[in-house]
């Protein structure tokens, strides 16, 4: 079982930076497939970005690439989401996923996660 809990979120202005962290209970933490997903009002939840297990190449959605990077630090038990420049059409809640020994595409995919964070809000003002 693995609990998160994301912090971070808040409201800022357009092109201001914020780092996201989520937290996560287990002594496993670096068997899990770690992901970013958000869900804006009257929208599907979305991929974020992703980092497998064994710490390959992260995956970005198209619209954050350049922008937001993710990291993750085994020795805490979390993974972060620096953003950058951020935009308004980044507003939305952003939900921190685990997924044990996930690669590849399936990081993209909801369904393939199936621990789930509270969520923390994130607004960008124009």
């Known amino acids: 079982q693995v609990q998160l809990v994301e912090s971070g979120g808040g409201l800022v202005q357009a092109g201001d930076s914020l780092r996201l962290s989520c937290a996560a209970s287990?002594?496993?933490?670096?068997?899990?497939?770690m992901a970013w997903f958000r869900q804006a009002p009257g929208k599907e939840r979305e991929f974020v970005s992703g980092?497998?297990?064994?710490?390959?190449?992260?995956a970005y959605v198209d619209s954050v690439k350049g922008r937001f990077t993710i990291s993750r630090d085994n020795a805490k038990n979390t993974v972060y989401l620096q953003m950058n420049s951020l935009k308004p059409e980044d507003t939305a809640v952003y939900y921190c996923?685990?997924?044990?020994?996930?690669?590849?595409?399936?990081?993209?995919?909801?369904?393939?996660?199936?621990?789930w964070g509270q969520g923390t809000q994130v607004t960008v003002s124009s």
């Open positions: 287990g002594r496993t933490f670096s068997s899990y497939a």
């Open positions: 980092i497998s297990w064994i710490g390959a190449s992260p």
């Open positions: 996923a685990a997924s044990y020994r996930l690669t590849g595409s399936s990081l993209r995919v909801v369904t393939s996660y199936n621990y």
